[in-house]
């Protein structure tokens, strides 16, 4: 199983980034997917998932900017970032998990699988 995570970049505050992730070796639409995000000094937080089922959930912080979508044909989720705010600067990943039940999904023990990181920076 392998997770490719791409968009990030350098944007200043109120403005938007679009993540992809893109899945290999197994069947993604009975993934859960997750984005995860770590600031330096800080530890890895949960910021949204889609499960199988296609719900969403986000984290308090994000939501009403962050939407998380799936895209099953594709293996691929995104996440479109908007109204982004410097505290969002991080590296985010991707991990997934086919077997997670509802209350694990904003704990990373939690997922098996993970991308490799994307960095996201948001100047004030």
């Known amino acids: 199983v392998q997770l490719q995570a791409s968009g990030g970049g350098l944007v200043q505050a109120g403005g938007s980034l679009r993540l992809s992730c893109t899945a290999s070796?197994?069947?993604?639409?009975?993934?859960?997917i997750g984005w995860f995000r770590q600031a330096p000094g800080k530890e890895r937080e949960f910021v949204a998932c889609t499960r199988y089922s296609g719900h969403t959930y986000y984290a308090d912080s994000v939501k009403g900017r962050f939407t998380m979508s799936r895209d099953n044909s594709k293996n691929t989720v995104y996440l479109q970032m908007n109204n982004l705010k410097p505290e969002d600067t991080a590296v985010y990943y991707c991990?997934?998990?086919?077997?997670?039940?509802?209350?694990?999904?904003?704990?990373?023990?939690?997922?098996?699988?993970w991308g490799q990181g994307t960095q996201v920076t948001v100047s004030s």
């Open positions: 991990a997934g998990d086919r077997q997670i039940i509802l209350s694990s999904i904003g704990n990373s023990d939690a997922y098996d699988y």
């Open positions: 070796g197994l069947t993604f639409s009975r993934y859960t």
